[in-house]
């Protein structure tokens, strides 16, 4: 589905309805073109997200998954170990602390490092629903207050979404319609081709656009696989940078051109101090903390005085902290990547002093403080940050499933596998298993289709060994050889030092003697 402006509209505004017929991306990309703040559930039993949108800008996700949980996240990647997880997350529900805030404060982790791996365990999460096929989603108006301060590309995301996961057969149903029609770079899109990351060929690709070019035309002139073509020209098409001739604004709905005016620059001879290495990473860690926390204080939190200072006490903390996250202050070399993060805490700052020197607000904020303050509610609350042990954790499953298929149980084996899958879709070696699982439950009507499966896996992680070997397995069992000895041959060293590659080729040394 390419929708058009109306359509567009339209999504926007649903309450509820169907991925099946309205499919992930398109939705997101409804929702961020017409700036809408709401949370969107998405349910495929038993399955579920909550995706949290700032004028369509993704803010946060949450789900009943265990393994996107932030610590569960880190183990996964590497970033910590297991029993580094286990003692932070007791940490984290006893002090009633962030797990993240936890790593803070143990020296595991600096401010930095947390959110730029925050900023990753969010985008994975929201990539998961470009794997949904079907499920229901609902749109809730009421928008909660955010504390999360990160925000994710959504015209990347959408890209990413389609490029890695979009089936063949419905990107085929996409851009089939566009096929013999010169397509170009429309010239007003809601998205810039500057937010999008690009390799050079694709870059090569989108500026024939500029020009107009049929898709056979364009697959002649760049070195780019038809494939990856017709997926990024999908992926564009849904957030309105591509458009067909005939969906190009028409020159005579076009506003009268308008003279350019270009203001000359003004000259400043700002001086500039040059910060060693270490200097740099103090000054980024200070701003990514405060940068992580400020959503989550009131506005005497955020300036650091008391609810008892005087009018002078506090702007004189108002004055320190507009010059500490001054933005212009981040303009330099190393820092540049700070300034937004700036920009957010001196609006934050200014927002802080306009509450506390407008009296009646200032006071209504002291009583609500002093309110939560008996009440006890500004302690922190355990039960916020403890476990939750009814979260879906699908590495249970996994285990269990490649126990059964070990035991010989292939048809037990595949129901734990494909509940595991589809908690995890985006884990290759989840999928690598299922598929051969499925193939030696019945190898006869199974092989092309464990095939297929493997090959998509390789398409969307070319690393995943495990693929490459049990393709290697499934030539092997279906008596091609030489395909077979390739796979195993390559597999030896991209799952070493597992030894079942090797064996592999043992056995196909085996097969090939009886043969002969």
């Known amino acids: 589905m390419i929708p ?14 169907n991925l099946t017929e309205i499919p992930f991306a398109v939705l997101l990309q409804a929702l961020a073109a017409h700036q809408r703040s709401v949370v969107v559930e998405i349910e495929r039993k038993p399955l579920k997200k909550e995706i949290f949108l700032e004028k369509g800008v993704p803010v946060d ?3 009943n998954l265990l393994h996107e949980t932030l610590g569960r996240f880190m183990v996964a990647r590497g970033d910590i170990s297991e029993k580094v997880y286990q003692d932070s997350l007791a940490k984290s529900a006893a002090r009633g602390l962030k ?8 020296g595991l982790i600096n401010a930095s490092e947390l959110y730029r791996i925050l900023q990753q365990n969010l985008a994975k999460k929201l990539l998961d629903g470009f794997t949904w096929r079907s499920g229901d989603f609902r749109l809730i108006p009421e928008l909660p207050q955010m504390e999360s301060t990160l925000k ?3 015209a ?16 085929n149903e996409a851009v089939g319609p566009l096929v013999g029609k010169r397509l170009f770079i429309h010239p007003d899109p809601t998205w810039s081709l500057d937010e999008i990351r690009m390799d050079p060929t694709e870059r090569r690709l989108t500026s024939l656009l500029f020009r107009g070019k049929r898709i056979d035309e364009m697959a002649a002139e760049t070195t780019i696989p038809f494939d990856k073509i017709m997926r990024l020209l999908y992926a564009l098409a849904v957030i309105g940078i591509v458009v067909p001739e005939d969906r190009m604004p028409s ?32 000054e980024r860690n200070e701003v990514m903390e405060a940068f992580l926390g400020h959503r989550r204080q009131d506005a005497f939190d955020l300036l650091r005085v008391t609810d008892q200072a005087t009018m ?51 006071n209504s904020l002291i009583l609500r403080r002093r309110t939560l303050k008996a009440g006890g509610s500004r302690k922190p609350n355990p039960e916020r940050f403890a476990i939750k042990s009814q979260l879906l954790d699908p590495e249970v499953q996994f285990a269990k499933g490649a126990a059964l298929m070990q035991a010989g149980e292939h048809q037990e084996a595949a129901k734990q596998l494909q509940f595991a899958y589809d908690c995890d879709p985006q884990n290759s070696a989840y999928r690598s298993e299922l598929a051969y699982c499925k193939f030696l439950v019945s190898p006869r009507t199974e092989a092309q289709s464990a095939l297929n499966e493997l090959r998509e896996t390789l398409r969307i992680d070319p690393k995943c060994g495990l693929a490459v070997y049990y393709t290697g397995m499934i ?10 000895e390739s796979r195993l041959r390559s597999s030896i060293r991209m799952l070493m030092p597992d030894r079942r590659p090797i064996e592999g080729l043992k056995m196909l040394q085996r097969k090939r003697g009886r043969r002969s």
């Open 4 to 17: 058009n402006a109306d359509q567009l509209e339209a999504i926007s505004h649903m309450r509820e309805g």
């Open 312 to 362: 002078p006490q506090i702007e004189r903390k108002f004055i320190e902290f507009s010059r500490r996250f001054a933005p212009w202050r981040f303009e330099t070399p190393g820092l540049w990547n700070l300034v937004e993060k700036a920009e957010a805490l001196f609006l934050a700052g200014g927002h802080a002093f306009g509450e506390l020197a407008d009296v009646e607000r200032r």
């Open 475 to 484: 030539y092997a069992e279906t008596g091609d050889y030489e395909q077979s």
């Open 251 to 282: 020159e005579a709905a076009e506003a009268e051109e308008l003279p350019i005016i270009v203001e000359e620059p003004v000259s400043e001879d700002l001086p500039t101090v040059e910060l060693d290495e270490e200097e740099l990473e103090k």
């Open 99 to 106: 797990f993240g805030e936890v790593l803070i404060l143990d």
């Open 61 to 63: 996700c949450r789900s």
């Open 152 to 154: 994710v590309n959504t």
């Open 156 to 171: 990347q995301l959408v890209v990413t979404g389609i490029s890695k996961f979009a089936l063949d057969d419905e990107v």
